[in-house]
């Protein structure tokens, strides 16, 4: 499965970004799908996840700050972030995996990742 992102870049604090992930050639509708990010010298953080039918969950540092969707007929999943904080500084990064159906605990279950990743998309805030 690849997974393309874009959208990334610098902006002050406040500000906006809308970051994009192209599925193409995939079973698109089938994918749990996912946002997670990795600012220097620290972990990679689960951001936001959605599952198949559209279930959505937000990690308590940016909920209430950003939106995740997806498009099915252009196979792309979206990440709206606002109030941009420096502390959103990282490298986001697009992740997959097929859907089991469950969208219990989703936030639980996907911390440690998905099982297909694009390469990363930067955020740079600036205070």
């Known amino acids: 499965v690849q997974l393309v992102e874009s959208g990334g870049g610098s902006v002050q604090a406040g500000g906006t970004l809308r970051l994009s992930c192209a599925a193409p050639g995939s079973r698109f509708n089938i994918f749990d799908m996912g946002w997670y990010r990795q600012a220097p010298g620290k972990e990679r953080e689960l951001v936001a996840v959605?599952?198949?039918?559209?279930?959505?969950y937000y990690a308590a540092p940016v909920r209430g700050r950003i939106t995740i969707s997806r498009d099915s007929a252009k196979k792309t999943l979206y990440l709206q972030l606002n109030s941009l904080r420096p502390e959103d500084t990282a490298k986001y990064y697009c992740?997959?995996?097929?859907?089991?159906?469950?969208?219990?605990?989703?936030?639980?279950?996907?911390?440690?990742?998905?099982?297909?990743w694009g390469n990363g998309t930067l955020v740079t805030v600036s205070a």
């Open positions: 992740a997959a995996s097929p859907s089991d159906d469950n969208t219990s605990r989703m936030g639980h279950r996907y911390s440690s990742g998905l099982d297909y």
């Open positions: 959605i599952s198949s039918g559209g279930t959505t």
